[in-house]
């Protein structure tokens, strides 16, 4: 099994959550994270990586119904292809 990049992120309660970075893509002019709670790709949540004022990155939840699908589109036609 691949060994995978793991992120830690903060909760609103101020808990360190541990995260699997599952892949990271592009869509139009944004750049997403796909992060997962267990190797096993289960809870499966999209981030946009965004950039502050000072230039330092930092993850968006993806809310956006829309954009959401956009992601989950992008995310399982990336998926497949590395299958094949």
């Known amino acids: 099994m691949e060994d ?3 992120i830690q992120l903060v909760d ?3 808990n360190i ?3 699997f970075i599952e ?3 592009d869509v139009a002019d944004k750049t997403y994270a796909i992060l997962s709670t267990d190797e096993n790709k ?3 949540m999209a981030f946009c ?4 004022a000072d230039g330092e990155e930092y993850l968006r939840a993806v809310e956006d119904d829309d954009e959401f ?3 989950e589109d992008a995310y ?5 292809e590395e299958q094949d």
């Open 17 to 19: 959550q541990e995260f």
């Open 4 to 6: 995978k990049d793991k």
């Open 42 to 44: 289960e809870d499966l």
């Open 12 to 14: 609103e309660d101020h």
């Open 49 to 52: 990586i965004e950039k502050d």
């Open 23 to 25: 892949m990271t893509f």
């Open 69 to 71: 699908a956009e992601v």
């Open 76 to 80: 399982s036609y990336i998926a497949d």
